[in-house]
C-alpha cells in the first residue's frame, strides 16, 4: 500500500461500533412493563451495572437484581472502546493521594493491576471468548519532546504504586523489536493490560449475569432516579437500592446535567492488513499501544488483524448533547486515518472499513468515583475519564461491598465517596472543553514542528483546566 494514497471515509459509519459488525446488533430484551420490586436496581445496562449484578448475585444468591438499559446492553462505551483492559488509574494519583495520602492512591493502583487479572479470570471461568489477550501495554514517544514527557514520567511512577517490572522502558530498538513505529524513540510498557473485544465481553457478561437469575430490562429508559425507585416510561421499579451507572449518558437523568460531562471518543477500524503490511510493522503480539502527545491516540491490533484507532476527534458538544449512534464526522475519520499513515506508513491507505464514536463520563476534577448513601439506597459508579474498561469490574466488586454493608480493602480505597464539584453552566463548559483541546492540538503541532520541550500551551491548559 501506497503511503501517499488518502484513505477515503469509512464504508460504515456509526451503526453503534465496528464491534458489531461481524454478528449485528443483538436481539432485545423484553422491555419493563409495569412496576416491579426488588432489592437493587441498576440503571444503565453497561459493564458498571454488569459488573455489579455479577458480584451481588454471587455473593448473595437470593438478592433480586434487575438492570435497567435504555437501548441494548452494551450500546454505551462499554459496546464501542478501544479494547484496552488497562490498569491505568481513573483519574490522577496526586488528587487520590492529595485527599487520602500516597499509600492509600498507590493501593487503588495495586487494585487497578489485579482488576486486569480479575476480568481475564472471570471471562475464562464464565466462557467468555472477548479474544482476551494479556500482552501488555506500550506507551511510545513519538519524536523527543514525548520521550522527554515520557523518560520524566518515570521516575514519578515508582512512588506510585509501580515497581520495577510494573512498567519497563524500551529502547528504540527494543520497541522496533515488538512494533515499528515510524520517529519513535522508544516506550514504556507494563504487563498489566490486555487487549480485549469489547462487545464479545458485554454480550458475554450480559448473559453471565443472567444465568445467575438477574434480569436484564432492554428498551427500558429510566426518566428519575429517587430513593428507593427508579421511574421508567412504563412502570416504577422500587428498590432499596438504585445504582446510577450510566458514565458518559449521565447528563441526562434530571439533576446530573452538571456531575459528569459527556466526552466523545472516536475510532477507525482498517480493512484487515496483508501479511506484507504486518511484515513490516511487526507488532505480532497484542499489546494495546498508545503515544505520549497531549490530545493521544490509542490503538489495538484486533484478533482478525486490523489496527482499529482512536482519539478526541469532535471532543465535546454543547449542552452536553450526546449523538447516540455514533456516527463520526468525516473529518475526523480522515485525522485518525492520517494518523495512522504516520506512525505506520506501511498502513497508510488501507482501506477504512468501520468509524464511530461514543461518549464516556468526565467529573470536573477528572477523577473517578464511586459511592453509595446507605441512608437513601443511591449509589453510582463512573467517571473513568477513558479508563473504565477495567475499572468498572474493580466499580462491581466495591458496590457489592458497599451494598452488603461490609468494611473491606475495597471500600476503603480512596476513589470512594468523593464529593466533586460540577461542571460550569454553558457556556463556559463548552467554551473550556472546546479550548482545551484545541490547546493540546496546538501544542502537538508545535511539538511535532521541533519545538523542543513540552509546549507552555499544554501546561497553562493543564493548569487552567485542573486536569
Ligand atoms: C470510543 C471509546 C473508546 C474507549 N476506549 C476505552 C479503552 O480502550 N479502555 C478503557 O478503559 N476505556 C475506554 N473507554 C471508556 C469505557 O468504554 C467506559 O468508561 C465504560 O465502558 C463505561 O461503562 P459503563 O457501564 O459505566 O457505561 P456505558 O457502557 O456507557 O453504559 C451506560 C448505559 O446506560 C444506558 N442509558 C443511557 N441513558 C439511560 C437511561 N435514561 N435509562 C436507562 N439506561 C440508559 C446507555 O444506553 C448505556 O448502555 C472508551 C470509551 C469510548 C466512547
Redesign the pocket.
Known amino acids: 500500500m501506497s503511503p501517499t494514497r488518502p484513505a477515503g471515509p469509512a464504508r460504515t459509519n456509526g451503526a453503534v461500533s465496528f464491534w458489531y459488525a461481524a454478528d449485528g446488533l443483538p436481539d432485545r430484551r423484553p422491555a419493563l412493563d409495569g412496576d416491579l420490586d426488588v432489592d437493587v436496581a441498576l440503571?444503565?445496562?453497561?459493564?458498571?451495572?454488569l459488573w455489579t449484578a455479577y458480584y451481588l448475585k454471587q455473593a448473595e444468591p437470593s438478592l433480586r437484581i434487575a438492570v435497567?438499559?435504555?437501548?441494548f446492553a452494551?450500546?454505551?462505551?462499554?459496546g464501542?472502546?478501544?479494547?484496552?483492559l488497562?490498569s491505568a488509574l481513573p483519574g490522577q494519583f496526586r488528587r487520590y493521594a492529595a485527599a487520602h495520602g500516597r499509600p492509600a492512591a498507590a493501593a487503588m493502583q495495586k487494585a487497578m493491576f489485579a482488576t486486569v487479572d480479575e476480568v481475564v479470570s472471570v471471562a475464562a471461568a464464565e466462557g467468555i471468548d472477548a479474544d482476551i489477550r494479556k500482552d501488555g501495554e506500550l506507551h511510545v514517544a513519538v519524536g523527543p519532546v514525548q520521550e522527554q514527557r515520557m523518560l520524566a514520567h518515570l521516575p514519578a511512577l515508582r512512588g506510585e504504586g509501580w515497581d520495577e517490572q510494573d512498567m519497563v522502558r524500551l529502547g528504540a530498538g527494543e520497541l522496533a523489536d515488538r512494533v515499528r513505529v515510524a520517529g519513535a524513540r522508544g516506550a514504556l510498557w507494563t504487563p498489566h493490560s490486555a487487549r480485549i473485544h469489547p462487545a464479545k465481553l458485554v454480550r458475554g457478561l450480559a448473559a453471565a449475569v443472567e444465568r445467575l437469575g438477574v434480569t436484564v430490562y432492554e428498551d427500558?429508559?429510566?426518566?428519575a432516579i429517587r430513593p428507593g425507585a427508579a421511574v421508567c416510561r412504563r412502570g416504577t421499579v422500587r428498590a432499596r437500592y438504585v445504582v446510577r451507572?450510566?458514565?458518559?449518558?449521565t447528563a441526562?437523568?434530571p439533576g446530573h446535567r452538571r456531575t459528569w460531562v459527556p466526552m466523545n471518543?472516536?475510532?477507525i477500524v482498517t480493512a484487515p492488513l496483508d501479511r506484507q503490511v504486518w511484515d513490516e510493522i511487526g507488532w505480532r503480539g497484542a499489546e494495546v499501544l498508545g503515544d505520549e502527545a497531549h490530545a493521544y491516540c490509542?490503538l489495538q491490533r484486533t484478533a482478525d488483524d486490523r489496527i482499529a484507532i482512536?482519539g478526541r476527534g469532535v471532543p465535546y458538544r454543547f449542552g452536553s448533547h450526546v449523538d447516540t449512534r455514533g456516527e463520526t464526522h468525516v473529518s475526523t475519520q480522515c485525522g485518525l486515518a492520517e494518523l495512522l499513515g504516520r506512525l505506520f506508513p506501511a498502513a497508510a491507505g488501507a482501506p477504512i472499513d468501520h468509524a464511530w464514536?461514543?461518549?464516556?463520563g468526565v467529573p470536573r476534577d477528572w477523577c473517578a468515583t464511586v459511592q453509595l448513601d446507605p441512608a437513601t439506597g443511591l449509589g453510582a459508579a463512573?467517571g473513568?475519564v477513558?479508563?473504565?474498561?477495567?475499572t468498572?469490574n474493580l466499580a462491581g466488586r466495591t458496590l457489592r461491598d458497599l451494598v452488603l454493608g461490609h468494611d473491606t480493602e475495597l471500600t476503603r480505597l480512596p476513589w470512594v465517596g468523593r464529593k466533586v464539584r460540577g461542571w460550569e453552566p454553558e457556556p463556559l463548559r463548552w467554551l473550556g472543553i472546546r479550548g482545551l483541546y484545541v490547546a493540546y492540538r496546538a501544542a502537538d503541532r508545535r511539538e511535532a514542528a521541533g519545538l523542543g520541550r513540552t509546549s507552555l500551551i499544554a501546561r497553562a491548559a493543564d493548569l487552567l483546566s485542573g486536569r
Open positions: 440503571v444503565g445496562g453497561g459493564y458498571t451495572a435497567l438499559e435504555k437501548e452494551g450500546f454505551g462505551a462499554s464501542r472502546n478501544g479494547g484496552w488497562t427500558t429508559e429510566v426518566v451507572a450510566l458514565e458518559g449518558f441526562g437523568m471518543s472516536s475510532m490509542y482512536g464514536s461514543g461518549v464516556l463512573g473513568y477513558g479508563h473504565g474498561v477495567a468498572a
